[in-house]
């Protein structure tokens, strides 16, 4: 009832950030506190799933290893990945734009390549860059590329066509019109294919380290510890790849708003 009643106000400024934010942290927390009390109150075996105050513990002992597997799959792979993935599908929507026959081409070429299981190509792609980052990289780059290329040649389209004829009166060559109002037109889009990446990024670097990995990352270790029976550790790694794809994504939608807050879907938001 408390976190309906806070979800439902409509305060403005720090106090509605505030109360915004107040309602899934207790949700949450609700959550975990239930979690506590039914592991431990049907005596659940640790082996099955472990409680909260279990993977705290472990977590808080481990902080050193999650930090190296943090670096390792989250900054090496997943970010890497994401800024090659979205660069080029960026690059690529552009050119498509400007031909019709790349538009004819590509197009159907990304779709089919997006269709392709990750399972089935990440580890081609771990035999193809070796079992450091770059194979990492190289999956996540491939995951990101299609909804980035798919939302930008949209938003390039969306520019209103009275503008186009103004630009296009003004006497404004291809890349003036195109910096100018397209671009900027095309951003609610592109941002939509951003944030969509963000949560691909860490799932493709982690089943990546499935096929293969150093002695380090979050998927080597999740499968290292799966078959050590230690499921503390396992939720331990999960927490933090739910908290990097979280802050990932939030830092993503605050730099969507500075930059489309011109865009009605970001009028009334504090």
Known sequence: MLVARLAALRVQGSLGRALRLAAPLIFGLTLLWLWEAIVTGAAVPRVILPAPSAIAERFAASTSILWVDFVQTFVKGALSGYAMGCGAATLLAILIDRSPFL???????????????????????????????????????????????????EGLRAADPMQRDLMHTYSASYWQALWKLRLPAAMPFIFNGLKIATTLALIGAIVAEFFGSPIRGMGFRISTEVGRLRLDMVWAEIAVAAAAGSAFYGIVAAIERRVTFWHPSQRGRG
Do not use: E, Y
Not at 136 to 148: N, Q
């Open 103 to 153: 538009t004819r081409g590509l197009l159907p070429v990304g779709n089919f390549v997006a269709a392709l299981p990750i399972i089935g190509i990440a580890p081609i792609l771990v035999m193809w860059f070796g079992f450091d980052w770059q194979s990492k990289a190289a999956v996540v780059a491939v995951m990101v590329f299609f909804p980035v290329l798919v939302n930008t040649v």
